[in-house]
């Protein structure tokens, strides 16, 4: 289960941001989770739930998990390609094989809400 693992790189990123905003209670966490990151979203959530946020000042915060779709472009065309639209590893207006993902394969966290 990475998932955990994961859940902890996500909390320090959380950690760096009540420090750099000095905030005392957080209300709100999002955090992207893409299709193709490989992270399973409930094995995530259980994690961040029940074993990561207990116990901190984000106790009882909101937690969403928002699932991004994977987006590729084609850097032969600059098209911006979804991948559910591809019939092949190319892109659909030029036939370029030179695609980039950039989206949907990250999990990270989106935004942070406190006081």
Same mark, same amino acid.
């Given at each position: 289960?990475?998932?955990?693992?994961?859940?902890?790189?996500?909390?320090?990123? *959380?950690?760096?941001?009540?420090?750099? #905003? #000095?905030?005392? /209670?957080? +209300?709100? &966490?999002?955090?992207?989770?893409?299709?193709?990151?490989?992270?399973?979203?409930?094995?995530?959530?259980? +994690?961040?739930?029940?074993?990561?946020?207990?116990? +901190?000042?984000?106790?009882?915060?909101?937690?969403? $998990?928002?699932?991004?779709?994977? +987006?590729?472009?084609?850097?032969? =065309?600059?098209?911006? *390609?979804?991948?559910?639209?591809?019939?092949?590893?190319? =892109?659909? /207006? =030029?036939?370029?094989?030179? *695609?980039?993902?950039?989206?949907?394969?990250?999990? $990270?966290?989106?935004? &942070?809400?406190?006081?």
């Amino acid at each position: 289960m990475h998932e955990h693992g994961i859940g902890r790189e996500l909390w320090a990123v *959380i950690e760096e941001h009540i420090k750099q #905003n #000095n905030l005392k /209670k957080i +209300t709100k &966490i999002s955090i992207v989770i893409g299709k193709a990151s490989g992270i399973e979203k409930e094995l995530l959530v259980h +994690t961040m739930k029940d074993h990561i946020i207990p116990e +901190t000042i984000a106790k009882g915060c909101e937690l969403e $998990f928002v699932v991004e779709d994977l +987006t590729a472009l084609c850097n032969a =065309c600059q098209e911006k *390609i979804e991948i559910h639209k591809m019939e092949a590893a190319c =892109c659909p /207006k =030029c036939g370029s094989g030179d *695609i980039s993902i950039i989206a949907g394969n990250d999990v $990270f966290v989106k935004s &942070i809400e406190g006081e």
